[in-house]
């Protein structure tokens, strides 16, 4: 019966998991083509180690310097932290989707009702976790090594990266036995995700025992492309092996439905905030918020770190400055405007998940009961989209302050954190662009609103990061919104295209909510 399970789990998955893996074989493309590129002899390469290699803030954000060696494994020192984040998340709602939340919403329970084993749930999903990172490994290392890297490099690094993933797979099954719901499952393995991209960026940085803790350090330290570690992969395999073995152990220990740990009962009243929709939404998105601000923050300082060492950065690699908007004629400013449009990007996918909640709460069959009383239509949908606007708002801003600040400090000029918080705000309406698009996919065509949502933001990030390297045409540059703002704090700022890019959002937005109006509820 498991085997009918991992067939249902893959028909399930048919559509948003070829998006994943796609995307992962994609980023180690560009980044094998445009490394190799770049850096095409030996004395390149050598600049790069010298120029990187001093740099904490670099190494923390990367990988360990020892990777700068060689070329396949400067294009590991570049991708594999961020890869490994890619893939963790993937197995992490891969397998919390396929576990906890089938027993939150009552599937699990009626799967189980026929000839299904108590444990065949839990391996169904595991197993899917494995055949997705399998694909994973399969599409980087065709990435890798059709761009003419060393086979045997190849190998080493899909697999390790599969693993990594594979590990963040049964951290996720262990915590879906833990936790009642799908919240507690997520917060613990995002946590555990956060923690080991710090302790290999701790241990790359200061003391290298750190990176031994965390899977990320342990793919990192297989050094694919020489010497050529194979042994790490034997702590990837036991720490999966113990992990697995701990969510089978626990499963046995509760009850359908419940997890090891009870949630916490609520206050016997409930408080004032939660007499209205809006209060209601911002209980909901609290954690979220709180979760991106800090962690979009956090990465925005580190950008930020960096600012000061960029321009000998571009002196010693001039190639690179075609990768930055403008050029090398300001470089700074031309590296903190990229920087900008990457935290930009990620206040908008924060906004679109926001935004898709409602669909969520909709689905669930919260949203009818909410609907059910005295809410209005129009009042429950603004509560989300309020807090989508304002939440992205809030991490973009953040994500500026930060930049700002940590370069400030690097320059003694305390004044570029709120000058850089004031240059996040001009992204801000291109941000609300893609957010619209997902507002407007909600009202009109409800099941595609996720696609809708993630589609445009994906368009739009691989426009404003790839757009010279594809080769991509104008008209096509032009579909995106970034490219209607101004790029600051390189370009001089003026308010029309702000205004208009303003004006659209507001259109689209209400364009949704008048779609709302009209269909069912739950259609």
């Not at 090398?328 to 935290?343: G, H």
């Not at 029309?496 to 937005?509: F, N, R, S, Y």
Request: aromatic content about 8%; hydrophobic content about 55%; overall charge neutral.
């Amino acid at each position: 019966m498991t085997g009918v399970l991992i067939a249902f789990n893959l028909r399930l998955e048919r559509r948003a998991l070829p998006l994943w893996i796609a995307g992962v074989g994609l980023l180690f493309l560009i980044q094998s083509t445009q490394s190799q590129s770049l850096y095409d002899t030996p004395e390149k390469l050598a600049q790069l180690r010298a120029t990187l290699g001093g740099n904490t803030a670099v190494i923390a954000m990367s990988g360990p310097p020892e990777l700068l060696g060689t070329i396949g494994n400067e294009i590991v020192f570049e991708m594999f932290a961020f890869a490994a984040i890619i893939v963790a998340l993937m197995n992490m709602f891969l397998v919390g989707r396929h576990t906890r939340a089938d027993e939150e919403a009552g599937r699990a329970e009626l799967i189980r009702s026929a000839q299904v084993s108590r444990h065949s749930p839990l391996y169904a999903a595991l197993a899917l976790a494995a055949i997705a990172n399998t694909a994973v490994a399969v599409v980087v290392f065709a990435a890798t090594a059709g761009t003419g890297l060393d086979k045997t490099g190849s190998a080493l690094t899909a697999l390790a990266l599969a693993g990594v993933g594979l590990v963040f797979a049964a951290v996720t099954a262990l915590a879906a036995q833990i936790f009642e719901h799908t919240r507690g499952v997520y917060g613990l393995t995002g946590s555990i995700i956060g923690a080991s991209y710090a302790l290999r960026a701790a241990g790359d940085a200061g003391n290298p025992a750190l990176a031994w803790v965390s899977p990320i350090g342990w793919g990192q330290r297989t050094f694919p492309f020489g010497p050529g570690r194979w042994w790490p992969l034997l702590l990837i395999l036991g720490t999966l092996s113990a992990l697995t073995l701990a969510a089978h152990k626990t499963l046995d220990r509760r009850d359908v439905g419940a997890g090891l740990i009870r949630p916490r009962l609520g206050r016997p009243r409930a408080s004032r905030a939660l007499r209205g929709p809006s209060g209601l939404a911002w209980r909901l998105h609290r954690g979220t918020v709180i979760g991106w601000t800090a962690g979009v923050g956090l990465l925005g300082a580190a950008y930020g770190s960096i600012g000061d060492s960029i321009e000998q950065y571009i002196a010693d690699n001039p190639e690179v400055a075609a990768y930055l908007p403008g050029g090398a004629a300001d470089v700074v400013d031309a590296y903190l405007a990229l920087s900008l449009t990457l935290c930009a990007l990620l206040a908008a996918a924060f906004g679109v998940s926001a935004t898709l909640r409602a669909r969520a709460e909709e689905t669930a069959g919260r949203a009818e009961v909410v609907l059910a009383a005295s809410t209005g239509r129009a009042a429950w949908l603004a509560s989300h989209v309020g807090v989508a606007l304002a939440g992205s708002a809030l991490v973009l801003v953040t994500a500026g302050f930060g930049e700002g600040l940590a370069y400030g400090m690097t320059v003694d000029e305390p004044g570029q954190a709120i000058r850089m918080a004031g240059a996040a705000l001009v992204y801000l309406p291109a941000v609300w662009a893609i957010i619209a698009v997902a507002v407007l996919g909600f009202g009109w065509l409800a099941r595609a609103a996720a696609a809708a949502g993630w589609v445009a933001l994906g368009y739009c990030a691989v426009v404003a990061l790839f757009a010279d390297s594809f080769r991509l045409p104008d008209w096509s540059q032009q579909a995106s919104p970034f490219a209607h703002v101004p790029a600051a704090p390189l370009d001089a700022v003026t308010a029309g295209p702000i205004v208009t890019l303003a004006v659209i959002v507001a259109v689209l937005v209400a364009a949704g909510f008048a779609g709302f109006r009209r269909r069912d509820v739950g259609y």
